[in-house]
């Protein structure tokens, strides 16, 4: 067998792979190498990311081949397809785009029913009268063009100075584009476009109720765009100084029940309010009237960036001025919390040196928590320049404030410290569960840590008072004299011995030591000043041959009393006052003793005394 090799002078020959339809039909990036050639079925777009996704669109009929790097079109098919003498699309409904170059003819255009059915004009000019099926004649008179139907019902259009457009009687098959300040309706007509528009009075409406008047805008991108245009073109002047432009106006019934029900006609209408004066203003407000009575208008917005709005008659009942609510609920197991939206307040700052400015937000919102009970976090955040928010201020729903910078489950009242502008002077740090709050000051001068100051010379309250449970211990009134129901400052105010009975220990106590033992103990916390009255109740055990029973007051265990005796056998009071300076948490103790095996028993050992103001303080004389 004879085989002859014949070098192919071309590189990479077309060969015919199929036919391609939708985007995964193309051949992927990998496999597909130049002069792969297709036949397109359908309209399509190499979109499919997983083959040669070149992005390029096709016609159905087209045909495309590789050339490594994309898709080249070699021709169709077929594109027209003559029958007779007329030429027409392969592809039924396809248009034949010119682009800028213009359709000749000496013949004459055939159109569907004999007409054009549509057609888009920059400027369209008709040399000879029209003539349209169905009008009975056309001429041209000037510059007016007169299509008359019959004797009740034309148009005028003119192209005069005053450029409008007269119109009387119904316009059928014809849409309204655009009305402006010269081009307007005769005030006996109305707009019947395919009977799109009735007039009652002063005013045009759908003549189908209930159907929607749409403006369709396309394309607008960034552009502001009017959509409607309510304007007032009555020039101000300065015996009118205001010509505010007309107002939206909704209006609708609804049924009430009061009183067997009667029909309430709500009006609610939004519009502008101008100023006039050396600065003139412009505010956009919404109004609200039921029935005839007048309106209100509780929300108003200016130009200067204000918003306003009011509520009227609450008296002490409180009210929902806004609500910014987050209508999702939330759900388990999903999403356990649903945030409120929040308020932003945004700024800027110049940062020094050169650094430029920055911006400065502040936000304020509510955190729900979720648990076994809800409760909710109320919290104040800031973010400087774009950064992470961080929230400072935290108040809690049972009456906590957080200083924290963070949610977590210990809240303390204030702020860990509250400084001035030097941290040498006067701070207050706050207590924790381990340490008590602390008010401090470090400078080397005369100046108090704490002023409590009353400034109204005609006030009679307090100056300071400590409480307990709600309960006031102490106070300091205003002429400065200390009092309280609990604690009197025994350091600074003296007592005076009496048989008013202050402090007591009752239970009975008895011992058979013969040496001296403490059986009854009285712990003074805040201390005692002055004279006191001493008191207790001793008998011995045997009346018959008795044995003596000692007792005797002592502090901190030193002796400090008379040494008291009994024999009798029956209770006997003694009483000694003693003048001492008891420091703060100083102990009165009762010791006793008796010999001989018998037993010694005391009771009711207390303390007497009474406020002493009068007393003078130490002196020294030199």
């Given at each position: 067998?004879?085989?002859?090799?014949?070098?192919?002078?071309?590189?990479?020959?077309?060969?015919?792979?199929?036919?391609?339809?939708?985007?995964?039909?193309f051949?992927?990036?990998?496999?597909?190498?130049?002069?792969?050639?297709y036949?397109?079925t359908?309209?399509?777009?190499?979109?499919?990311?997983?083959k040669?996704h070149?992005h390029?669109?096709?016609?159905?009929?087209?045909?495309?081949?590789?050339?490594?790097?994309?898709?080249?079109?070699?021709?169709?098919?077929?594109l027209?397809?003559?029958?007779g003498?007329?030429?027409?699309?392969?592809?039924?409904?396809?248009?034949?785009?010119?682009?800028?170059?213009?359709?000749?003819?000496?013949?004459?255009?055939?159109?569907?029913?004999?007409r054009?059915?549509k057609g888009w004009?920059t400027?369209?000019?008709?040399t000879n009268?029209i003539?349209?099926?169905?009008?009975?004649?056309?001429s041209?008179?000037g510059?007016t063009?007169l299509?008359k139907?019959?004797?009740?019902?034309?148009?005028?259009?003119?192209?005069?100075?005053s450029?409008?457009?007269?119109?009387?009687?119904d316009?059928?098959?014809v849409?309204?584009?655009?009305?402006?300040?010269?081009?307007?309706?005769?005030?006996?007509?109305?707009?019947?476009?395919?009977n799109f528009?009735?007039?009652?009075?002063?005013?045009?409406y759908?003549?189908?109720?209930?159907?929607?008047?749409?403006?369709?805008?396309?394309?607008?991108?960034t552009?502001?765009?009017?959509?409607i245009?309510?304007h007032?073109i009555t020039?101000?002047?300065?015996?009118?100084?205001?010509?505010?432009?007309?107002?939206?106006?909704?209006?609708?019934?609804?049924?009430?029940?009061?009183?067997?029900?009667?029909?309430?006609?709500?009006?609610?209408?939004?519009?502008?309010?101008?100023?006039?004066?050396?600065?003139t203003?412009?505010s956009?407000?919404?109004?609200?009237?039921?029935n005839?009575?007048?309106y209100?208008?509780?929300?108003?917005?200016?130009?200067?960036?204000?918003?306003?709005?009011?509520?009227t008659?609450?008296?002490?009942?409180?009210?929902?001025?806004?609500?910014?609510?987050n209508?999702?609920?939330a759900?388990?197991?999903?999403?356990?919390?649903?945030?409120?939206?929040?308020?932003r307040?945004r700024?800027?700052?110049?940062?020094?040196?050169?650094?430029?400015?920055?911006?400065?937000d502040?936000?304020?919102?509510?955190?729900?928590?979720?648990?076994?009970?809800?409760?909710?976090?109320?919290?104040?955040?800031?973010?400087?320049?774009?950064?992470?928010?961080t929230?400072?201020?935290?108040?809690?729903?049972?009456?906590?404030?957080?200083?924290?910078?963070?949610?977590?489950?210990?809240?303390?009242?204030?702020?860990?410290?509250?400084?001035?502008?030097?941290?040498?002077?006067?701070?207050f740090?706050?207590?924790t569960?381990?340490?008590?709050?602390?008010?401090?000051?470090?400078?080397?001068?005369?100046?108090?840590t704490?002023?409590i100051?009353?400034?109204?010379?005609?006030?009679?309250?307090?100056?300071?008072?400590?409480?307990?449970?709600?309960?006031?211990?102490?106070?300091?009134?205003?002429n400065?004299k200390?009092?309280?129901?609990?604690?009197?400052?025994?350091?600074?105010v003296?007592?005076?011995?009496?048989?008013?009975?202050?402090?007591?220990?009752n239970a009975?106590?008895?011992?058979?030591?013969?040496?001296?033992?403490k059986?009854k103990?009285?712990?003074?916390p805040?201390?005692?000043?002055?004279?006191?009255?001493?008191?207790?109740?001793i008998?011995?055990?045997?009346?018959?041959?008795?044995?003596?029973?000692?007792?005797?007051?002592?502090?901190?265990?030193?002796?400090?009393?008379?040494?008291?005796s009994?024999?009798?056998?029956?209770y006997?009071?003694?009483?000694?006052?003693?003048?001492q300076?008891?420091?703060p948490n100083d102990?009165?103790?009762?010791?006793i003793?008796?010999g001989?095996?018998?037993t010694?028993?005391?009771?009711?050992?207390s303390?007497?005394?009474d406020?002493?103001?009068?007393?003078?303080?130490?002196?020294?004389?030199?």
């Open positions: 067998m004879l085989f002859i090799t014949v070098d192919s002078p071309i590189a990479k020959p077309l060969l015919f792979k199929g036919a391609i339809a939708i985007p995964s039909d051949p992927t990036l990998i496999s597909v190498e130049s002069g792969w050639f036949q397109i359908a309209n399509v777009t190499d979109s499919d990311a997983t040669t070149t390029q669109s096709f016609l159905a009929g087209e045909e495309i081949a590789w050339n490594g790097s994309a898709w080249v079109e070699m021709g169709s098919i077929a027209l397809v003559r029958t003498t007329v030429l027409s699309p392969a592809n039924t409904n396809d248009s034949m785009d010119l682009g800028s170059g213009s359709y000749l003819t000496t013949g004459s255009i055939g159109a569907t029913g004999s054009v059915l004009f400027d369209l000019e008709v009268p003539i349209t099926s169905g009008i009975a004649s056309g041209v008179n510059n063009l299509l139907a019959n004797d009740t019902t034309f148009m005028t259009f003119t192209t005069g100075a450029d409008t457009c007269s119109l009387s009687g316009i059928t098959g849409t309204q584009t655009a009305l402006d300040n010269s081009t307007k309706l005769a005030t006996t007509a109305y707009v019947d476009g395919g528009f009735s007039r009652g009075g002063t005013a045009v759908p003549k189908t109720s209930g159907d929607v008047i749409t403006n369709y805008i396309n394309n607008i991108v552009t502001p765009t009017d959509a245009l309510i007032n020039n101000a002047v300065v015996g009118v100084p205001v010509q505010i432009p007309g107002r939206i106006h909704y209006k609708a019934g609804v049924w009430n029940t009061t009183g067997g029900g009667s029909e309430d006609i709500w009006n609610i209408t939004a519009g502008c309010i101008l100023t006039s004066g050396l600065t203003g412009a956009y407000r919404l109004g609200f009237g039921l005839t009575v007048a209100t208008y509780p929300f108003e917005f200016f130009n200067t960036g204000l918003f306003s709005t009011s509520k008659a609450l008296a002490a009942t409180s009210s929902d001025g806004i609500l910014l609510q209508t999702t609920a759900v388990s197991p999903g999403t356990l919390v649903e945030m409120s939206p929040r308020i307040m700024g800027s700052a110049y940062v020094t040196p050169a650094v430029g400015s920055q911006f400065v502040c936000i304020s919102e509510l955190l729900p928590i979720s648990g076994a009970t809800a409760s909710g976090i109320y919290r104040i955040g800031f973010s400087i320049n774009g950064g992470a928010y929230y400072p201020y935290q108040f809690r729903h049972d009456g906590y404030l957080s200083g924290l910078t963070s949610v977590t489950t210990t809240f303390i009242a204030l702020a860990s410290y509250m400084t001035g502008a030097d941290s040498s002077y006067t701070w740090q706050m207590g569960n381990t340490a008590s709050a602390n008010l401090s000051r470090n400078t080397a001068n005369a100046y108090s704490l002023v100051n009353n400034l109204n010379a005609g006030s009679t309250g307090r100056i300071l008072e400590c409480q307990a449970v709600s309960v006031t211990q102490t106070f300091i009134d205003r400065g200390i009092a309280g129901i609990g604690l009197n400052l025994p350091n600074i003296n007592k005076v011995a009496s048989a008013n009975i202050r402090n007591s220990h009975e106590a008895t011992s058979t030591s013969a040496t001296y033992v059986v103990t009285i712990t003074l805040y201390g005692l000043l002055g004279s006191q009255r001493f008191i207790f109740e008998k011995t055990s045997d009346a018959v041959t008795p044995e003596t029973a000692y007792g005797q007051i002592r502090r901190n265990g030193v002796a400090l009393g008379t040494e008291q009994d024999v009798t056998g029956a006997v009071s003694k009483s000694e006052d003693i003048t300076t008891w420091n102990t009165a103790e009762l010791w003793k008796i001989n095996g018998d010694v028993s005391v009771q009711n050992f303390i007497g005394y406020d002493a103001p009068t007393v003078a303080v130490t002196s020294v004389n030199s």
